[in-house]
Nanobody, 116 residues
């Protein structure tokens, strides 16, 4: 089970940090990724740790340089730090396992709204 939190309404240029709490088993079995779905658009993979020894942080081009994904192994959480938010970042943000092809259930997510 994965639960997101931290969304809200901000103005363009401001920052938000989203949090995702996973079960110990999920956190230790899968890479956790962040996705988002804007109104009327397909769900988009935003950030994840690529598999491999280096676990390189990987970002969608639209957020690279502004968003940072991190993890805290001690409490099985993932964070998505979002800076310089823009109206086009408005979406429902979800955390879930990676890759997206393995996802079987989507939770409610957390709403991020950015006003211009």
């Amino acid at each position: 089970q994965l639960v997101e939190s931290g969304g809200g309404l901000v103005q363009a240029g401001e920052s938000l940090t989203l949090s995702c709490t996973a079960s110990k088993w999920t956190f230790n079995t899968y890479n956790i990724a962040w996705y988002r779905q804007a109104p009327g658009k397909e769900r988009e993979l935003v950030a994840y740790f690529a598999p491999g020894p280096g676990r390189e942080r990987t970002y969608a081009p639209s957020v690279k340089g502004r968003f940072t994904i991190s993890e805290h192994n001690a409490n099985f959480t993932s964070q998505l730090q979002m800076t310089d938010l823009q109206p086009e970042d408005t979406a429902v943000y979800h955390c879930n396992i990676w890759p997206p092809e393995r996802v079987r259930h989507w939770g409610q997510g957390t709403q991020v709204a950015v006003s211009s």
